[in-house]
């Protein structure tokens, strides 16, 4: 059995509101990965990647990016596995947004770059405590 989040925690560690997590979802920017919503009554399940993923999507949205730029980067981080996307990188420099491999010191600002391993780190802190170790 994997571990999810129901829509109502994914909201509160995200800081989305319910109308944004749906429209995110139905237009294919983050979709849930444990259970989708497949008719009346089925509830959405999101697995902690995924919410790793709607934060670098709100951030990215809250830095001004176009939501086409968001959604074609967002595409690009879902290609990777879970655990593939710990060594990925965010670079935001002006209009363009990459995802790139982080094996060498990033020689950018500190608002030009975001690490999935410090987003996930970051979660993992909130829903787990200090004790947990980053990735």
Do not use: H
Not at 18 to 30: A, F, I, N, P, T
Not at 44 to 60: H, P, T
Not at 112 to 135: H, P, R, T, W
């Amino acid at each position: 059995m994997q571990f999810g989040f129901r829509p109502r925690e994914v909201l509160a560690l995200t800081g989305l509101t319910y109308r944004q997590l749906d429209y995110w979802d139905r237009v294919g920017l983050v979709k849930p990965s444990i259970a989708r919503a497949e008719g009346k009554g089925c509830i959405r399940v999101y697995s902690f990647w995924d919410i790793v993923q709607l934060r670098v999507a709100k951030c990215l949205l809250e830095k001004g990016i176009s939501f086409r730029v968001v959604k074609e980067v967002m595409g690009e981080v879902s290609k990777y596995s879970n655990a593939d996307m710990v060594d990925k990188v965010v670079i935001i420099t002006g209009d363009y947004v990459s995802v790139a491999v982080n094996k060498t010191p990033v020689d950018y600002d500190s608002d030009s770059v975001m690490y999935l391993s410090d987003i996930a780190g970051e979660l993992q802190k909130e829903l787990f405590g200090s004790q947990v170790s980053n990735y």
